[in-house]
T-cell receptor, first 113, second 113 residues
Framework: GNSVTQMEGPVTLSEEAFLTINCTYT??????LFWYVQYPGEGLQLLLK?????DKGSNKGFEATYRKETTSFHLEKGSVQVSDSAVYFC????????????FGTGTLLAVQP | NAGVTQTPKFQVLKTGQSMTLQCAQD?????MYWYRQDPGMGLRLIYY???????DKGEVPNGYNVSRLNKREFSLRLESAAPSQTSVYFC????????????FGDGTRLSIL
């Protein structure tokens, strides 16, 4: 079946530190992959996506590369800010045009000044 | 811009009571979704609607019913609430087509005693 596995949090970093949040997936075929972010008290919002192998999604300084050989989609940012503190979810589209998503469990990031 | 609006934001029910969660979007999206978010489990799809008058089950549909009243509104009903349905419920919408981003409401926190 389809599944997404994320590293457990919380991840606590100092401002300007380098961030990596690991995500691996199991899927039939070649699903599209997403990172969503949830700020406190809000719903999720799309951060970035990649639709095929070797694609790199990027947004707001965050990047993730779709690695078919390692079935991974790790999220990275070179220099985090306090405003990046949030919960990050990795997800895959298993429903094609229906856009049905399977989410990972989420990783809480806390950035300290 | 309202986006996706969910009501109510908080609710406490007793076991066996019924309740309808309301969701409305003003982005003219065709697709709408209901998720539940539980600690350590990420988001799980309850029901999905591709268009007015159509609905489809997700991962965890048992104990829920939905109604796509029109293009804007997608409601979720608990006929006989159980403590296992204590959760945060999110509604989302998206355009039709592959890999369209989902836009989320701010959630409804539901406690069942």
């Amino acid at each position: 079946g389809n599944s997404v596995t994320q590293m457990e949090g919380p991840v606590t970093l100092s401002e300007e530190a380098f961030l990596t949040i690991n995500c691996t997936y199991t899927a039939t075929g070649y699903p599209s992959l997403f990172w969503y972010v949830q700020y406190p008290g809000e719903g999720l919002q799309l951060l970035l996506k990649a639709t095929k192998a070797d694609d790199k999604g990027s947004n707001k300084g965050f990047e993730a590369t779709y690695r078919k050989e390692t079935t991974s989609f790790h999220l990275e940012k070179g220099s985090v800010q306090v405003s990046d503190s949030a919960v990050y979810f990795c997800a895959l589209n298993y429903g094609g045009a229906t856009n049905k998503l399977i989410f990972g469990t989420g990783t809480l990031l806390a950035v300290q000044p | 811009n309202a986006g996706v609006t969910q009501t109510p934001k908080f609710q406490v029910l007793k076991t066996g009571q019924s309740m309808t969660l309301q969701c409305a979007q003003d982005m003219n999206h065709n697709s709408m979704y209901w998720y539940r978010q539980d600690p350590g489990m990420g988001l799980r799809l309850i029901y999905y609607s591709a268009s007015e008058g159509t609905t489809d089950k997700g991962e965890v549909p048992n104990g829920y019913n939905v109604s796509r009243l029109n293009k804007r509104e997608f409601s979720l009903r608990l006929e006989s609430a159980a403590p296992s349905q204590t959760s945060v419920y999110f509604c989302a919408s998206s355009r039709a087509g592959v890999n369209q981003p989902q836009h989320f409401g701010d959630g409804t926190r539901l406690s069942i005693l």
